[in-house]
């Protein structure tokens, strides 16, 4: 069974730096591509950016590059999504999910999701 | 604000049928395929359709996708008061600024 569990609530301070995980099982972590999709608060979903664990090749939406970092480790299935200084406004919830990829790099669909982490950011 | 447009939201009673409507353009429902995902009240997202009309394993066929031009539209029959929820269409966007993009959402109600 395919899992993505993603590390626990985080309440930090404006300027404060953070990482939050996913880590998958039940399949080949390293052959396929993880995402994250951003959820503010009564807001939709905005996908934010992709990596393959593999190589660790990345692709950011364009809303999101130099404002976050992805990265994985694939030695034990883990991927991550880090801020180097929060701002409130990155206040979410935040998925990893898994996508299908297509030609030239285009994304099909997330077929699964994990749980959310949600991100609080308050002076 | 997404590229992908719906209705804000869409209700019936229950057994009826409600359709979604997603509205996008050229570069992006035009030339790729749509996948809808639901999201139950303070849930992880689930997919629901792919590839503008296939469901995975486990999605009832009260649940069914379409693809003309450069709309895409979501049917849910036999409605359920368990079907509550807000719906999102997906799909790649091929522009220079693109990406994967999705719909502004529908809050589906059961009345």
């Known amino acids: 069974e395919v899992q993505l569990v993603q590390s626990g609530a985080e309440v930090k301070k404006p300027g404060e730096s953070l990482k939050i995980s996913c880590k998958g099982s039940?399949?080949?972590?390293?052959?396929?591509?993880i995402g994250w999709v951003r959820q503010m608060p009564g807001k939709g979903l905005e996908w934010m950016g992709t990596i393959y664990p593999g190589d660790s090749d990345t692709t950011y939406s364009p809303s999101f590059q130099g404002q976050v970092t992805i990265s994985a480790d694939k030695s034990i299935s883990t991927a991550y999504l880090q801020w180097s200084s929060l701002k409130a406004s990155d206040t979410a919830m935040y998925y990893c999910?898994?996508?299908?990829?297509?030609?030239?790099?285009?994304?099909?669909?997330?077929?699964?999701w994990g749980q959310g982490t949600l991100v609080t950011v308050s002076s | 604000q997404s590229v992908l447009t719906q209705p804000p939201s869409v209700s019936a009673a229950p057994g009826q049928k409600v359709t979604i409507s997603c509205s996008g353009s050229?570069?992006?429902?035009?030339?790729?395929?749509v996948s809808w995902y639901q999201q139950l009240p303070g849930t992880a997202p689930k997919l629901l359709i792919y590839?503008?009309?296939k469901r995975p394993s486990g999605i009832p066929d009260r649940f069914s996708g379409s693809k003309s031009g450069t709309s895409a539209t979501l049917g849910i029959t036999g409605l359920q008061t368990g079907d509550e929820a807000d719906y999102y269409c997906?799909?790649?966007?091929?522009?220079?600024?693109?990406?994967?993009?999705f719909g502004t959402g529908t809050k589906v109600t059961v009345l």
């Open positions: 999910a898994r996508p299908l990829m297509g030609y030239g790099g285009s994304l099909y669909y997330f077929d699964f």
């Open positions: 997906g799909t790649w966007d091929s522009s220079l600024s693109g990406g994967y993009v």
């Open positions: 039940g399949y080949s972590f390293t052959n396929y591509w």
């Open positions: 590839d503008n009309n």
């Open positions: 050229s570069s992006n429902i035009g030339n790729n395929y």
